[in-house]
C-alpha cells in the first residue's frame, strides 16, 4: 500500500472559498509535508509538521496532523484562482529511512 | 542564492538511445534525489544521496537507470536503451539534511519516441 494518499483526487471551488485537502498513510513518521505543483513541473514546498505538533499556520495555509489517526489535512482559506495547482503531502518515516514518500496528489482548481 | 536547477529541459530521443540528465542542487545541500513523475501521476522515488554515504537505490526501476554525483555536488541520471515507457519528467531535489525540505528544481521532460 502507498504512503501518502491525498483525497480528494480532484477539487473545484469558487474563488473566496475555503479548500479542504486530507492525507492519510500508514507508517509512523518524523514528519509530513505539503507541496504544491503547477503545471507538471518543480514542486515548491509549502509547510512542514512535526510528528510532536499537532497544527501550523502559514499565510492562509492550516495544516493539522493527527498521528493516532495517521492523517494530515490542509486547509486554504479563501481561495484565489492563483491556487489552482496539485498539492501533495508527502512523509518523512521515522526509523533508518531517509527519502520522503510522495502522494498522488490532490488537483485543485478554484474558479474565478 | 541559486535554487536547484536541471538541464535539459526538455528531451527528446529516439528508442534505443541513451540519455543523461543533469541536476545542479542548492550550494551546501547534503541530500540530492531523483524522482520520476508520469503524466498525471504522484512521484516515483528513483534513487537518493547523502553526503559521501553509498546511494540508495532502491527505486532505480531497472539495471537501465543509473546515477552518480560527483564531488557531493552535480549529480547525472543516465538511462541506457531508453524505452517509451521511460517518458516522463524527472525531478531533482535537493535539501540540507535528509527528511527535511526539499527543494525540486523545474525538471527534465524526457520523451521516448
Known amino acids: 500500500s502507498q504512503q501518502g494518499e491525498e483525497d480528494p483526487q480532484a477539487l473545484s471551488i469558487q474563488e473566496g472559498e475555503n479548500a479542504t485537502m486530507n492525507c492519510s498513510y500508514k507508517t509512523s513518521i518524523n514528519n509530513l509535508q505539503w507541496y504544491r505543483q503547477n503545471s507538471g513541473r518543480g514542486l515548491v514546498h509549502l509547510i512542514l509538521i512535526r510528528s510532536n505538533e499537532r497544527e501550523k499556520h502559514s499565510g492562509r495555509l492550516r495544516v493539522t496532523l493527527d498521528t493516532s489517526k495517521k492523517s494530515s489535512s490542509l486547509l486554504i482559506t479563501a481561495s484565489r484562482a492563483a491556487d489552482t495547482a496539485s498539492y501533495f503531502c508527502a512523509t518523512a518515516p521515522s526509523g533508518s529511512a531517509r527519502q520522503l514518500t510522495f502522494g498522488s496528489g490532490t488537483q485543485l482548481t478554484v474558479l474565478p | ?113
Open chain 2, 1 to 113: 542564492g541559486a535554487g536547484v536547477s536541471q538541464s535539459p529541459s526538455n528531451k527528446v530521443t529516439e528508442k534505443g538511445k541513451d540519455v543523461e540528465l543533469r541536476c545542479d542542487p542548492i550550494s551546501g545541500h547534503t541530500a540530492l534525489y531523483w524522482y520520476r513523475q508520469s503524466l498525471g501521476q504522484g512521484l516515483e522515488f528513483l534513487i537518493y544521496f547523502q553526503g559521501n554515504s553509498a546511494p540508495d537505490k532502491s527505486g532505480l526501476p531497472s539495471d537501465r537507470f543509473s546515477a552518480e554525483r560527483t564531488g557531493g555536488s552535480v549529480s547525472t541520471l543516465t538511462i541506457q536503451r531508453t524505452q517509451q515507457e521511460d517518458s516522463a519528467v524527472y525531478l531533482c531535489a535537493s535539501s540540507l539534511f535528509s527528511r527535511e525540505t526539499q527543494y525540486f528544481g523545474p525538471g527534465t521532460r524526457l520523451l521516448v519516441l
